[in-house]
């Protein structure tokens, strides 16, 4: 499988009044031709960085990528010119943002919205320049791919009027009638309720395996990523912590960090209310030393306080990676 | 195809704008004149010099007069007083003359024009006195007075005949029964004279454009080979000194008529090429002094007001345009006599005396000073003054009101602060204009006479001079009454000054100065030379 | 939307009823006599009675609001004491000169405070947002007055580039009246030689006047814009590949427009205010001009109807700025339509 | 007991206030508003001795130094009656300065006191009234109105500071009020409403100290606007009347010598623009500080 996206090393640091926050501690991450990868970590671990850092639409300053490479196709994204980045947008990545409220602009329609991502995105491939209605007529049939009811209603109206779940289908037809080859969804249903959760993932899912892109599916929760990705990477603090097929992983999870977290996913089993992790996500100006978990940790060792663990294979298959000194071998 | 669209819009705006430029500047016929507000050009309203420089030429007067300050024929050919009484004269008017409409005046419109003026009591019907007109044939008019008056005639030169037929096809109702409002609010904004000039707009406050009248009675001549009638005049007003000087500058003001600029101001006009001053009508400073309000009513305390004042100071600043030692009636008119103090400086020893001798504590007392809003030379002797009192331990009050108010509040004694700044012209050519206008008691009161003071025995006197046929006699009685006057010091007179009216180089004024406001701005007596102005500003 | 302005508009009728009683009871209480500064020094203690008795100014004072309201109902704001002519007519001449003026001096400070704004805000933190920072502090430290004598000094006196005063240079034949607009009127009537004087005339007046809002709005914007630019979509459009400067001026610009229009109507009270000093500084035949020099001259009718004509214009551009803010944010229109 | 409460209660509002100078402190253009205007009103109370010319600030007039320019002996020039315009600048802050005090201190109480009564009671009478009143107050730009007035007052400094002062007290009425609307739902408010106080003290000591941040911040940018206002009106000739000398009027009369004699409408013009500069920034500064606290 050629790699699409390969993420190695980055750092992020943000510049603030009291000094330098250091949120990407050296992200790696591999995404494939057509993979389904996921990310999970807590809200503040630096998921959205990550994607931003992708995207190349990090306001810096504040911000600051310190240091790594994010390969695209094996080009170096942080090396390309504007007009690169921007030809990259249009048809070969896109994104799907946590909070599809603010993510539509409020002042104007969902039409104009569309009708200029669609202008735009079209008109980049060199193509011949859609006609008005022909851009209507795709706006339409991408809205009604997403499964929104009465999509040619929809496209006068502003986001405000519509529901939540109406919202975030509209951002996936933004984001999908771009046809981009790598899509990353941020937390796309955070701010549902279940049962449109349910439905729009798997319409998601079913939108991406049509069109044979790679997707990249970011969540808090580890049940949002596991019936609809191939791979998933945990996320803590800045770092990945444990990646590994996600059959694997639920199977087999190696961090102490993943364990906590799949423990703290309410079961309908009904174990009593999980527990949570212990403490919070560090302080980012004064991250701890070595394993940034090692506060939180219940297996805390002396090393962990000092060095920073690298990946170690784990469990029954190489691709199973922890970067955690228990699995040193 | 979007980019040249975006184009498009560039072109044009560079092809308006290089069609703009095209428009050719040649050199216009034109004045554009600066004066004070005219509000009201209609003859039988208009009161104040500004309103009569206006009228000059829009109108024609009855008696025009002359530089030497006598008067000549203008629609009048010949005036007479009838058996030899003051009260009762005839006058034979000029044939041909010819309104702005082409219709010829006749003793008909005189007798009209009259008529309106007594009725409407407005303008210089006050001047004027109490008028009885009667046509006694096409031509000859009879002008019965209630009182002898020796100067009528010069009077006269503020007596401008208007066309009856065109003021009654244009009345609107109003207060004067079968004549409606007299065409007042029509005469606002049009003119129904035969003057050298037509109205054709006029904005109340801002801007009156007129142009020159083909068929003027005394007809249109050059004087050089290049110096041609003016064709178009534009009065502008109520433009600040600074923005007038850039004006005439840039020479798109050809004549400033108005003669506010500050000394400063004139001393750069004198340097400046291009343009130079006129002298064009001497005036005399005056502040009133109010005998009725505290503590001006003490004529002590007048009097240590008349010396402390420094004469010196702001005169010498005005030396070089002509500056110099004012008294109660111009300087070049017959009969004028200096008045104390003399010699004429600040002496405040003898302010103290006097002020001793008043019933006034000068530590308890506030002496009230107004003058005209934005005059300079105004505010300048009050400040002088309110240094000099300030030696005495009197505290003057300084205010600068605009002109309406100020003003109106000469119309009443109680209103009328303590002292009041005016500078006066004589509207009249005789030393009569300022005894009768200012010191006569039937005139007291209002600007030109907000002294207050009445008195009987200067009445007699002033009235016997106007009975008076004979001019020597008249111009003893004229003396007398200064001295008499000044005694009571109503008034003290910083200066005189001759009007200094900022002109273009290439516009001609008349070579002799007039006595009086309305002939010198009567356009009619300048000429422009179109090719110095090309030269200059073109 | 009808039943908003309806109410919107007795409201201001109310207002308006308030405020003319209020001015009118300040110029009928104050000290002065209107008639004797009416009718100036010469006239005779009968004509002042006379003249009192025909402007009811020797009635009580309800009897003069009876009479003044009863004609204002007929359209007739009475006469003015300084002009001599009804006060409408005055109104109806000077009124076009100030909106001509106002109009420019507002597209200037709309265009140039927006887009130094945007600039501000997108490069924020550069020298150029720095730059423009410092010079709106000064604008709006800066009176309309001195930021005219500032402007007369330097463009006419020093540089020489802009004529000094008036709406046409002072011999210049202004063109046949359609609107009252010189500019437009002279484009109408096509002489384009006069229609480029009355730009060139227009230019620092109006310049004068738009500094404090350019000053003004450009901070706003600035804020707004720094604060938009943090939202997601603007990341989103970015991502969706819209180009930078729609984002800029189209995406960002319309949100960010919504405070910037909402303090319009007090930019407008700014605006009409300074008016009343720059068209003095500038000679500028405008109702501004008018207004202070009725209202110096004790002008009873001419002062009432002034403060109305703002009163009302005020009262209008309000309602223009919420209809605009409304269009322009949906959220309201939405709020409001949907009841 | 107490006097411990007092104790803490002191070292609470060193701590805020030592807080709110960092958060002021940060932006040095606030600071140098700070230093300016306190330069400003320093130079305006010790005018006679700090002025090299007091005695030009009153009746005094010096034909032969009239119009100078700019000098070591008269460092901003002198006027057309020979003043000193430096010295003249120092003293017309005296005015600038009396105009705001005056009317800030008139118009802000009121406006507080019968925005409060209108806020706290909504839908009576005494709101309607109140409100109304103010909102025919705001129905014409302040300059306008007070105007008008100081022109039927007959113009002078008092005068002009009564007329200002009659426009000003809405914009506090309305604020005070849209405040107390807000604050009256407020916990504490019904807290002290159910234990019996009396009105007076649920309005000024319960809702008044929560005004106090943005009715300081309002005042003090404010001051700079009454400046340029009162300003505006002398420019026009309804200020301080000659010889007192009124920034406004200063420039006026400096405007008709323009442009040889530039010196005597700029440097007045600039004094305006300092004082009301450092107004602002000053005024900016607070906003920044209160609105920090509230976040």
Redesign the interface.
């Given at each position: 499988m050629t790699p699409l996206l390969e993420i190695k090393n980055l750092q992020v640091r943000f510049k603030i009044y009291e000094g330098e926050l250091k949120v990407l501690n050296g992200v790696d991450m591999v995404i494939g031709e057509g993979e389904k990868v996921g990310l999970v970590g807590e809200t503040g671990c630096g998921k959205t960085t990550t994607v931003k850092s992708v995207l190349r639409v990090l306001p810096t300053p504040p911000a600051r990528i310190s240091g790594g490479e994010i390969l695209y196709r094996g080009k170096d994204i942080l090396k390309m010119k504007p007009a690169q980045i921007r030809s990259l947008r249009k048809g070969e990545m896109s994104a799907i943002f946590q909070d599809p409220l603010a993510a539509l602009n409020p002042v104007f329609t969902v039409g104009h919205q569309l009708y200029d991502v669609i202008k735009y995105s079209s008109a980049s491939r060199g193509r011949k320049r859609l006609s008005k209605k022909e851009i209507r007529a795709r706006s339409i049939a991408v809205l009604k791919e997403t499964g929104m009811p009465d999509s040619e209603r929809i496209l006068s109206n502003y986001p405000i009027q519509l529901s939540g779940g109406m919202r975030q289908r509209v951002c996936i037809s933004e984001a999908l009638s771009a046809s981009a080859r790598l899509l990353m969804a941020d937390e796309p249903t955070t701010n549902l309720d279940v049962t449109i959760q349910a439905q729009i993932l798997r319409q998601l899912s079913e939108l991406v395996a049509k069109k044979k892109s790679s997707i990249l599916l970011i969540s808090h929760s580890l049940g949002v990523v596991r019936n609809l990705t191939e791979r998933v990477y945990i996320m803590y603090a800045g770092n990945m912590v444990e990646v590994a097929r996600t059959k694997d992983l639920f199977a087999d999870p190696l961090h102490p960090y993943t364990k906590a977290l799949l423990k703290s996913v309410p079961k309908l089993t009904g174990e009593g209310i999980s527990r949570g992790i212990r403490g919070r996500i560090p302080n980012y100006l004064n991250p701890p030393a070595g394993c940034r978990f090692h506060p939180r940790c219940d297996h805390m060792m002396p090393i962990c306080e000092k060095e920073r663990p690298a990946f170690f294979t784990g469990g029954d298959s190489d691709n199973h990676k922890v970067a955690c000194f228990l699995c040193r071998r | 195809m979007v980019k040249k669209r975006r184009y498009l819009g560039l072109i044009l705006v560079v092809l308006i704008i290089g069609l703009c430029s095209l428009v050719g500047v040649a050199v216009e016929n034109v004045a554009v004149i600066n004066g004070m507000p005219v509000i009201l050009p209609d003859p039988g309203v208009a009161m104040d010099w500004y309103d009569t420089q206006v009228a000059y030429n829009l109108y024609s007067p009855l008696i025009y007069p002359t530089p030497e300050g006598t008067l000549r024929p203008h629609i009048a050919l010949d005036w007479q007083p009838v058996d030899g009484k003051l009260d009762y004269w005839r006058f034979t008017l000029r044939s041909g003359v010819k309104f702005h409409d082409g219709g010829e005046l006749t003793a008909e419109d005189v007798v009209f024009s009259m008529d309106r003026l007594m009725a409407m009591g407005k303008g210089y019907s006050g001047t004027l006195g109490k008028v009885t007109a009667s046509a006694v044939s096409k031509y000859v008019v009879d002008l019965t007075l209630e009182k002898p008056n020796a100067v009528f005639p010069e009077t006269l030169t503020l007596f401008w005949p208007l066309n009856k037929d065109l003021v009654l096809e244009h009345i609107q109702p109003g207060d004067y029964g079968e004549f409606g409002d007299y065409g007042e609010a029509w005469l606002a904004e049009h003119d129904a004279g035969s003057g050298p000039y037509t109205m054709v707009s006029h904005s109340p406050g801002d801007r009156l454009e007129a142009v020159r009248f083909e068929d003027y009675f005394l007809g249109w001549e050059s004087w050089g080979p290049d110096e041609v009638p003016v064709e178009r005049l534009i009065f502008i007003m109520e433009y600040q000194t600074a923005t007038l000087m850039l004006l005439l500058r840039s020479g798109q003001l050809d004549l400033e008529a108005n003669g506010g600029f500050s000394r400063g101001t004139f001393k750069e006009i004198v340097k400046a090429e291009g343009i130079h001053l006129n002298k064009v009508w001497p005036e005399d400073w005056t502040v009133w002094i109010n005998t009725t309000v505290p503590p001006t009513d003490d004529v002590h305390f007048r009097k240590a007001i008349q010396y402390a004042y420094d004469y010196q100071s702001v005169q010498a600043e005005y030396a070089p345009f002509g500056a110099r030692e004012a008294g109660i009636i111009a300087s070049s008119l017959p009969g004028y006599i200096a008045i104390p103090p003399q010699p004429r400086r600040q002496n405040l020893e003898k302010a103290r005396e006097e002020l001793a001798l008043s019933k006034y504590d000068p530590e308890e007392v506030t002496v009230v000073y107004h003058y005209c809003a934005g005059l300079e030379a105004e505010e300048e002797v009050g400040l002088q003054l309110q240094a000099d009192l300030a030696k005495l331990g009197i505290k003057l009050e300084i205010a600068g009101p605009p002109w309406p108010q100020y003003s109106a509040e000469c119309g009443a004694p109680d209103t009328t602060p303590n002292l009041t700044i005016f500078l006066f012209p004589a509207t009249y050519p005789s030393p009569d204009f300022y005894l009768y206008y200012m010191y006569h008691p039937d005139n007291v009161g209002g600007i030109y006479a907000a002294h207050w003071y009445a008195d009987e025995e200067i009445g007699e006197l002033i009235d016997r001079s106007r009975s008076t046929v004979d001019f020597e006699a008249r111009v003893d009685i004229y003396r007398s009454l200064q001295e008499k006057i000044a005694s009571q010091v109503l008034a003290f007179y910083p200066y005189e000054i001759p009007m200094l009216f900022t002109s273009q180089d290439y516009l001609i004024g008349p070579k002799e100065t007039f006595p009086t406001v309305g002939p010198s701005v009567n356009m009619h007596n300048w000429r422009i030379n179109l090719k110095l102005k090309q030269e200059l500003r073109g | 939307m009808a039943k908003y302005i309806i109410s919107r508009l007795l409201?201001?009728l109310?207002?308006?009823f308030?405020?003319s009683l209020?001015?009118f009871f300040?110029?009928r209480v104050?000290?002065?006599?209107p008639a004797?500064?009416?009718?100036?020094?010469?006239?005779?203690h009968e004509?002042?009675q006379?003249f009192r008795e025909?402007m009811h100014l020797d009635k009580p004072f309800p009897v003069q609001y009876y009479f003044w309201l009863r004609s204002l109902l007929r359209g007739d704001l009475g006469k003015s004491l300084?002009?001599?002519?009804p006060v409408t007519t005055d109104l109806k001449?000077y009124i076009p000169a100030t909106l001509e003026l106002i109009l420019i001096s507002f597209i200037m400070s709309l265009v140039i405070g927006q887009v130094t704004g945007v600039l501000a805000g997108y490069f924020r933190?550069s020298w150029f947002d720095g730059l423009s920072r410092l010079i709106s502090?000064?604008g709006?430290?800066?009176?309309?007055?001195?930021v005219a004598?500032?402007f007369?000094?330097f463009f006419?006196?020093?540089l020489n580039l802009a004529?000094?005063?008036g709406r046409l240079?002072?011999?210049a034949v202004p063109p046949p009246r359609i609107t009252g607009f010189f500019i437009l009127d002279s484009v109408i009537a096509g002489k384009?030689?006069t229609?480029?004087e009355g730009l060139k005339h227009i230019f620092l007046p109006a310049a004068s006047l738009a500094v404090a809002n350019i000053a003004q709005e450009g901070r706003i914007t600035r804020t707004s814009i720094a604060e938009n630019?943090?939202?997601?979509?603007v990341?989103?459009?970015?991502?969706?590949?819209?180009?930078r400067w729609?984002i800029l001026f189209k995406?960002l610009l319309?949100?960010s427009l919504?405070p910037t229009v909402s303090v319009m109507g007090l930019a407008f009270?700014?605006q009409?205010?300074n008016a009343?000093?720059v068209e003095?500084?500038f000679?500028w035949?405008g109702f501004s001009r008018y207004?202070?020099?009725v209202?110096?001259?004790?002008d009873l009718n001419a002062?009432v109807a002034?403060?109305l004509v703002?009163?009302v214009a005020?009262?209008l551009v309000n309602v223009i700025v919420d209809i605009v803010v409304s269009f322009?944010?949906?959220?309201i229109r939405?709020q409001r339509t949907g009841g | 007991m107490k006097k411990e409460l007092l104790v803490a209660a002191l070292s609470r509002s060193r701590a805020s206030f030592s807080k709110g100078w960092y958060k002021f402190s940060r932006n040095p253009l606030s600071v140098l508003g700070l230093i300016i205007l306190f330069s400003v009103i320093l130079t305006a109370i010790f005018a006679p001795y700090i002025s090299p010319y007091p005695e030009h600030a009153g009746a005094f007039t010096n034909f032969r130094e009239s119009g100078l320019p700019p000098s070591l002996t008269h460092f901003f020039g002198t006027d057309s009656v020979g003043r000193d315009i430096f010295s003249r600048v120092i003293f017309g802050y005296r005015f600038s300065l009396v105009l705001a005090v005056v009317v800030l201190s008139l118009a802000m109480p009121s406006g507080i006191i019968l925005g409060l009564i209108a806020g706290y009671y909504r839908r009576r009478w005494i709101e309607i009234v109140i409100m109304r009143i103010t909102d025919i107050f705001l129905a014409v730009p302040p300059l306008v109105l007070a105007l008008a007035i100081t022109v039927m007052l007959s113009p002078n400094l008092f005068n002009q500071m009564m007329a200002i002062s009659l426009m000003w007290w809405p914009w506090y009425c309305r604020l005070v009020y849209s405040l107390t609307t807000s604050l009256r739902h407020e916990y504490f408010v019904r807290e002290a409403e159910l234990t019996g106080a009396s009105k007076a003290h649920i309005l000024l000591r319960e809702i008044l100290p929560n005004c106090v941040a943005p009715v300081l911040t309002k005042m003090t940018l404010d001051a700079g606007f009454v400046i340029t206002v009162g300003a505006s009106l002398s420019f026009i000739g309804l200020g301080v009347q000659p010889p007192r000398p009124g920034l406004g009027t200063m420039v006026a009369d400096g405007a008709k010598r323009l442009p040889a004699e530039w010196w005597m409408a700029v440097f007045p013009a600039l004094a305006i623009v300092i004082v009301i500069l450092s107004f602002n920034l000053v005024g900016d500064g607070l906003r920044d500080m209160f609105a920090v606290e509230e976040v």
């Open positions: - | - | 409201q201001s109310f207002v308006l308030g405020l209020l001015i300040i110029a104050m000290p002065g006599d004797r500064v009416a009718l100036g020094s010469l006239a005779t004509q002042v006379n025909e300084y002009t001599r002519r001449a933190n502090y000064i709006v430290a800066t009176p309309a007055f001195a004598i500032f007369l000094l006419t006196y020093t004529p000094a005063v240079s002072l011999a384009f030689g229609a480029l630019l943090q939202k997601d979509y990341i989103a459009h970015t991502v969706y590949g819209i180009p729609s995406y319309r949100p919504i009270a700014y009409l205010s009343f000093l003095l500084v000679m035949p207004a202070v020099t209202m110096l001259n004790k002062i002034v403060v703002i009163g005020f009262f322009l944010d949906p959220r939405l | -």
